[in-house]
């Protein structure tokens, strides 16, 4: 009997302290159970459950606080996401960088910075809010953080992410880690923010915590343009590209008249356009010939033998007949001992011959032809109209930086080769340049990187290439699939790599 009295007592302790045991453990679950992980719409990573919002090592609650309020949670982060299906948000907290999924309800008290009880219809994308939960991960006040500022309708915003400092209406900011970058409901990445895109900052202090792209771009394709090719495209009033026979544009959204010329401006043309964010749209000039060209021979006979002559202000030799454009055409003759001859004639037949006797020349008497055979910087045509007389001189922009006109260009020799993805069109600045993997001639400032694929959504990004030594190879995501825009997919972050660090020049072939 004292051994069963024994036992007995023995199992009703073992039962409380199993029941002590668990209480243990499940306080250690619930405390640690958020696992935060860095979100992002193409990186398929999952979010922790909103019940388990309870505080982790990561996001220590502080003592004080702790003591307050054991069963809260209060964290200041970037509003990323929401699903009203499911009551359910996301947040990337601006103190560990980690992302936490947070559930609300009919119960949830929702307020602007100037305490205003607003809807979530009324939360914008990419602002700052301070939220407390309740033990269940459920949002008991969401209300937009007061220090937070936001900056709206900005272009040429720049982000480095090695330097992590970004260029905000010419002022400088710390350009955070974990900031999230947003276009639509889709995350991006900095490098696909054009400078001519509108966009929208948030940040507390001097520290930028997300960009949203209010408004964006999508892509002009160029067809049928053989005839254009070396003349100038504009669209609209402010974008001017060279026309090459493919190429592709990166274009502010909005609706354009998008004119094109060729290079003797003989023949134009003009359409209008409608730029959606993020979609393609091909423009066909097919429709814009050239008539064929008719020709023909002129045998020139002049008096003094020798004189120099110039057809339409070029010099060219006569000894032989020469072909020429039917149409108007301006000859120029000039001879020592005499005046300037300058006479306009048609050509209209296939052959003739022409006598031309400066002596007897029409514009002899001319004051002006006098003038011009002095000066050899003007004529004067019969019709009293000066035509200036200028030689042509193709320049090109240097891309070195001049300090003291001396610095050299140190990123000659040297490539920007575009690896990944495999087998897409690449584009640099508006040019075809082949299909990845190819290789560009580096060359410093921004090069903006197109990529295209059958089926597939275009992107682009805008690369800042230094003035320094050394290939730069970039790795750009797989291009999503046309029909899964806006939705989830798998593609990776951009990597980039620099051997400008080895300082070694790729071998001559």
């Not at 209480?23 to 640690?32: D, E, H, Q, R």
């Not at 990445?189 to 771009?217: F, L």
């Not at 019969?382 to 193709?394: P, Y």
């Amino acid at each position: 009997m004292d051994f069963m009295r024994r036992f007995s007592n023995l199992i009703k302790e073992s039962k409380e302290a199993c029941s002590a045991a668990g209480a243990v453990i499940l306080a250690v679950v619930m405390s640690f159970s958020l696992v935060a992980c860095s979100f992002s719409k193409k990186s398929g990573s999952s979010i922790t459950p909103g019940s388990a919002i309870l505080p982790i090592a990561s996001k220590a609650v502080q003592q004080s606080e702790a003591a307050e309020n054991p069963n809260e949670i209060r964290l200041t982060g970037v509003f990323t996401y929401i699903d009203t299906n499911s009551r359910k948000m996301h947040y990337m907290d601006v103190e560990s960088g980690n992302e936490y999924e947070v559930a609300f309800g009919g119960s949830t008290d929702i307020r602007n910075k100037y305490d205003t009880i607003i809807t979530t219809a009324k939360m914008k994308m990419c602002a700052i809010y301070d939220v407390v939960c309740n033990k269940d991960g459920l949002a008991v006040s969401i209300t937009e953080s007061k220090k937070a500022w936001r900056i709206s309708e900005i272009t040429g915003f720049v982000a480095d992410e090695r330097e992590q400092v970004a260029t905000v209406s010419s002022n400088t900011y710390k350009y955070a880690k974990s900031a999230v970058v947003m276009s639509g409901s889709d995350r991006i990445q900095p490098a696909e923010i054009m400078k001519q895109d509108v966009v929208t900052v948030c940040g507390i202090d001097k520290t930028v915590y997300s960009v949203n792209v209010d408004r964006g771009h999508g892509y002009l394709k160029l067809t049928g343009v053989d005839n254009f090719v070396g003349g100038f495209v504009d669209v609209g009033t402010e974008m001017v590209a060279i026309v090459s026979k493919d190429m592709l544009m990166t274009v502010p959204e909005g609706e354009y008249k998008v004119s094109i010329q060729n290079m003797s401006r003989t023949l134009s043309g003009s359409k209008s356009v409608k730029i959606e964010k993020d979609k393609d749209v091909t423009l066909d000039f097919s429709e814009y010939r050239t008539e064929a060209v008719k020709n023909g021979m002129v045998e020139f006979s002049v008096t003094p033998a020798g004189a120099v002559m110039y057809i339409d202000g070029t010099q060219v030799s006569y000894d032989e007949p020469l072909t020429l454009d039917y149409g108007k055409h301006t000859v120029v003759l000039r001879a020592n001992n005499y005046l300037v001859y300058e006479e306009v004639f048609f050509v209209k037949q296939s052959y003739e011959k022409k006598i031309i006797d400066m002596s007897i020349s029409k514009s002899s008497t001319s004051k002006s032809a006098t003038a011009a055979q002095t000066s050899g910087a003007a004529q004067t045509t019969k019709s009293g109209q000066i035509q200036s007389w200028t030689s042509s001189v193709k320049t090109t922009k240097s891309n070195t930086d001049i300090v003291n006109g001396t610095v050299k260009n140190l990123t000659e020799g040297y490539y920007v080769n575009i690896k990944e993805p495999q087998g897409t069109a690449v584009y640099v600045n508006n040019s075809y340049v082949g299909m990845a993997p190819v290789s560009v001639e580096k060359k410093a400032g921004t090069m903006v990187i197109a990529l295209t694929m059958a089926g597939r959504q275009t992107r682009s990004y805008s690369i800042d290439i230094p003035n320094a030594t050394g290939d730069i190879n970039y790795s750009f995501p797989e291009l999503e699939l046309k029909n899964a825009v806006g939705q989830e997919s798998v593609s990776q972050t951009a990597s980039e790599s620099s051997s400008s660090h080895q300082e070694t020049k790729p071998a001559a072939n």
